[in-house]
């Protein structure tokens, strides 16, 4: 399944580094959403986008900075991270929001030392 | 908030034994979705479920959304190796305007040969 793709896969950063997640639908799909996975969360929600525009910000801290420049790509920029902070991300691609199955990526397996 | 409960959390069987997950919401769905992750994967769309009362099959697989629209569930018959993943349900609340899907924590299957 290639229709949603995330690089990197994986990633260590330094708590004072700035990184960027990407990910990439070639679903023609018009919302896309960013997930956390981890022991605790199973799947976690933290931002949604509609047609480019952010609709759900799951109370996120500030030090993960979302980024949909059109409907097919979507950044995640990470700053300042702590090491709890380290997850799975999941990008994910639904036609719409809500009633829409969403078809996810691969993830990026963040470390934050 | 809405939430999306989900049990058992883990569930060890022998293989050809049959397994089973419910999922219930404190609220009415507008619909529900089933979700699986392989080890090391992602999370793969299944199936989604509209109707109060819906029963849909895939080969040993069916599933079940409540006549009430707050429940369902997932019933395997003579569980596989292959079968092995968390599985994920998925609801749309009608209540509180929002469109979010919200996940619940997921059903963790081990399959024992």
């Known amino acids: 399944e290639t229709g949603v793709t995330q690089t990197p896969r994986h990633l260590v950063m330094g708590m004072t580094n700035k990184k960027s997640l990407k990910c990439e639908q070639h679903?023609?799909?018009?919302?896309m959403y960013w997930y956390k996975q981890s022991a605790k969360k199973p799947l976690e929600l933290m931002f949604v986008?509609?047609?480019?525009?952010?609709?759900e910000n799951n109370s996120v801290p500030s030090r993960f900075s979302p980024e949909c420049p059109n409907s097919s790509h979507l950044f995640l920029h990470l700053h300042t991270l702590q090491p709890e902070d380290s997850a799975l991300y999941l990008c994910?691609?639904?036609?719409?929001?809500?009633?829409?199955?969403?078809?996810f990526g691969p993830g990026t397996r963040l470390t934050v030392t | 908030g809405q939430q999306v409960m989900q049990i058992p959390q883990y569930q060890h069987v022998q293989e050809g034994e049959d397994f089973t997950t419910y999922c219930n919401s404190s609220?009415?769905?507008?619909?529900i979705q089933w979700y699986k992750q392989r080890p090391g994967g992602h999370p793969v769309f299944l199936i989604q479920?509209?109707?109060?009362?819906e029963v849909k099959k895939q080969k040993r697989l069916t599933f079940q959304f409540g006549e009430a629209k707050k429940n369902s569930s997932l019933h395997i018959t003579a569980t596989q190796t292959t079968d092995v993943g968390t599985y994920f349900c998925?609801?749309?609340?009608?209540?509180?305007?929002?469109?979010?899907?919200?996940f619940g924590k997921g059903t963790k299957l081990t399959v024992n040969p």
């Open positions: 609220t009415t769905l507008s619909n």
């Open positions: 998925a609801g749309v609340p009608t209540q509180g305007g929002s469109e979010k899907l919200v």
């Open positions: 479920l509209v109707k109060s009362g």
């Open positions: 679903l023609g799909h018009n919302a």
């Open positions: 986008y509609n047609f480019k525009e952010q609709t």
């Open positions: 994910a691609s639904s036609q719409r929001t809500s009633s829409y199955e969403q078809y």
